[in-house]
């Protein structure tokens, strides 16, 4: 069947669609699943082993992402995932009224999870073939913007309407009702993306059987491992998120801890409130700031540099609460708002240097992958052990070790080779 041809519209437009679609299942799995097992008194061991596992698709894309160079277009495989999504989301609905239900529904969210691993590998692709180096800058906060706006109507929104309506209609009918709504959302998704988003261009090298799929997948895994200074750009990312992933786990653990152990001792409401909503918003504001930034510089060493050192002067923050320790909740709120911004602005250089570094290539949309696969597992290790520094060392000292931890960002900030740098030099 032939794809419906779209006209090429303002970027804005499908960006917007597209962002809000990936943020519905996202939040789904990471949020509102695990309130509803909470509500059918699963064990917390449980919720906490398979909402992990549930997970684990967005880790892994790198391992499929290269069969989407290989068949039709990056659109077909956004909507096809889409309609996929509707379809898993409404047979979720259906096994709540199974005994089973638990093992059943786990098996679906798996599904979930990775249909939207390849619809957002998909989407990747499209604004990596789409969108110029420039215009990929410009409208890289906007991904955040629509992301964190699909993330609050469709993560809190629904969880507070499934309490509501299983005061008159019980819990089941109540739960159904909510994963009906997440697969008649995502059948729309589809249906917009059918018909309004780019193509992303062809399959890079079309497959006739399963023999020449498998040259073909070598051929992209060997052409990623073999980029020049990858191993440089690595260490790079690793070293980048250094601090960001040991702060980010411990920050609300020490809002939330009383001030005779270290913390602030503000309550688990306010703490969230602090975090989920005014840190939410100034991030997001940093991340559209820091795409109109560079956009307007290209990605170059001084704008890495200025990203890095805003991105690391939000930890001084930290610091500085866990040694003056205010009690004014304002000035709180004010500083973290501060904090938030500047963390947002800077960590927009991980993603400038994926697109610019990492991408480029034959494969784009595999090679996108793989390096967001990386930028993951650069935030996941450091933050495992985040908890034994902080218990080892109270708060204080703990802040003191994260603005060491930004040291090393610094000097790879100034030594990693960058396409922009070696264009200008030629």
């Known amino acids: 069947m032939s794809e419906i041809t779209t006209k090429q519209t303002s970027p804005l437009g499908w960006i917007a669609s597209s962002w809000m679609a990936r943020g519905i299942p996202f939040i789904a799995l990471s949020s509102t699943v695990a309130t509803m097992y909470d509500s059918f008194d699963v064990s917390d061991t449980e919720v906490a082993l398979w909402t992990s596992v549930i997970m684990l698709p967005w880790a892994l894309k790198f391992l499929w992402a290269p069969l989407l160079e290989m068949f039709k277009t990056k659109r077909y495989f956004v909507y096809v995932s889409q309609f996929f999504l509707g379809v898993l989301f409404a047979l979720v609905a259906v096994s709540l009224i199974s005994d089973r239900f638990f093992g059943l529904s786990v098996g679906f969210f798996i599904a979930i999870a990775v249909a939207a691993a390849t619809q957002d590998a998909a989407l990747d692709g499209i604004y990596v073939n789409e969108l110029d180096?420039?215009?990929?800058?410009?409208?890289?906060?906007?991904?955040?913007?629509?992301?964190?706006?699909?993330?609050?109507?469709?993560?809190?929104?629904?969880?507070?309407?499934?309490?509501?309506?299983?005061?008159?209609?019980?819990?089941?009918?109540a739960?159904?009702?909510v994963m009906l709504i997440y697969a008649v959302l995502m059948i729309i998704a589809g249906v917009i993306s059918a018909t309004k988003i780019p193509t992303g261009g062809d399959a890079v090298h079309e497959v006739d059987s399963a023999p020449e799929a498998a040259v073909i997948y070598k051929d992209v895994m060997l052409q990623f491992v073999r980029r020049?200074?990858?191993?440089?750009?690595?260490?790079?990312?690793?070293?980048?998120?250094?601090?960001?992933?040991?702060?980010?786990?411990?920050?609300p653990l020490f809002f939330k801890a009383s001030r005779i152990e270290?913390?602030?001792?503000?309550?688990?409401?306010?703490?969230?409130?602090?975090?989920?909503?005014?840190?939410?918003?100034?991030?997001?504001?940093?991340?559209?700031?820091?795409?109109?930034?560079?956009?307007?510089?290209?990605?170059?060493r001084k704008s890495l540099l200025t990203l890095c050192a805003v991105m690391n002067l939000s930890y001084l923050v930290y610091t500085y609460l866990?040694?003056?320790?205010?009690?004014?909740?304002?000035?709180?709120?004010?500083m973290v708002a501060f904090q938030q911004l500047c963390y947002g602005f800077g960590w927009?250089?991980?993603?400038?240097?994926?697109?610019?570094?990492?991408?480029?290539?034959?494969?784009?949309?595999?090679?996108?992958?793989?390096?967001?696969?990386?930028?993951?597992?650069?935030?996941?290790?450091?933050?495992?052990?985040?908890?034994?520094?902080?218990?080892?060392?109270?708060?204080?000292?703990?802040?003191?070790?994260?603005?060491?931890?930004t040291v090393p960002a610094y000097i790879m900030s100034a030594l990693v080779p960058l396409e922009a740098n070696k264009t200008s030099e030629a």
Do not use: H
């Open 322 to 334: 866990a040694i003056a320790q205010p009690v004014d909740e304002f000035s709180i709120i004010a």
């Open 348 to 405: 927009m250089a991980l993603l400038f240097f994926v697109l610019q570094e990492l991408t480029p290539g034959k494969y784009q949309v595999a090679n996108f992958s793989f390096a967001m696969a990386i930028l993951y597992l650069a935030y996941l290790l450091p933050g495992m052990v985040s908890g034994y520094f902080s218990d080892y060392m109270g708060y204080y000292e703990f802040f003191v070790w994260i603005i060491i931890c």
């Open 262 to 300: 270290g913390g602030l001792g503000i309550d688990k409401t306010d703490t969230a409130f602090i975090f989920d909503v005014v840190g939410l918003i100034a991030f997001v504001i940093g991340s559209l700031a820091a795409g109109y930034f560079v956009a307007a510089r290209s990605f170059n």
């Open 228 to 251: 020049k200074n990858l191993l440089f750009g690595i260490g790079f990312v690793f070293l980048f998120r250094l601090a960001e992933a040991q702060a980010v786990k411990i920050a």
């Open 175 to 177: 739960w159904m009702i």
């Open 133 to 173: 180096a420039t215009q990929q800058q410009q409208y890289a906060g906007w991904q955040t913007v629509f992301f964190t706006i699909a993330k609050s109507l469709f993560g809190p929104g629904l969880v507070a309407l499934a309490f509501l309506l299983q005061e008159s209609y019980g819990l089941k009918i």
